[in-house]
């Protein structure tokens, strides 16, 4: 008797549920829009061609800061070198002869700092992966050394 009572409950349960009269629980109002389709504010956008990260602004200087060519060289030479030669041509990674035109020195250490984000969500970044088909590895390179590094690429493709 039991059983028979509570598949009754049950059975009534479901039917009260399903029935056309039962208060109908609140629906999300969809006149407002959404958190994925409302644009940013334009105080928060990005220069694009500076990449996503930190580095809002750099100064360059010239001549170039020697102290700080050196030890680029050094953070290339162990953390860059294995992937990147000095030259345009490509090994893993893109090579290097030039990158100082085609990039602003933002967009450059933005891609050496925040290199994820930048894979993720910066076009030109992810032209490079398309072409490079190497995700480049996070070397958790601080703004100082990635500033480094900067330097030394100046150095690089001339600069004096």
């Known amino acids: 008797m039991k059983k028979t009572s509570l598949i009754v409950v049950a059975a009534a349960t479901i039917i009260f549920a399903c029935s056309p009269g039962k208060p109908q629980v609140a629906q999300e109002d969809t006149s407002i829009p959404q958190a994925e389709t409302v644009p940013a504010p334009a105080a928060n956008q990005q220069d694009p061609r500076k990449g996503l990260g930190e580095v809002k602004h750099v100064t360059l200087k010239t001549p170039l800061e020697q102290d700080r060519v050196r030890r680029g060289e050094e953070i290339y030479e162990m953390k860059c070198g294995a992937c990147h030669k000095l030259t345009d041509e490509r090994l893993v990674g893109p090579g290097w002869k030039g990158v100082t035109q085609r990039r602003h020195p933002e967009w450059i250490m933005n891609m ?20 490079c088909l190497t995700r480049m590895p996070n070397q958790n390179v601080s703004i100082g050394d990635a ?8 150095s690089n493709d001339g600069q004096k």
């Open 147 to 154: 500033r480094d590094v900067l330097e030394f690429m100046r």
């Open 112 to 131: 050496v700092t925040n290199v994820d984000v930048m894979l993720d969500q910066d076009a030109e970044a992810q032209k490079l992966l398309e072409l």
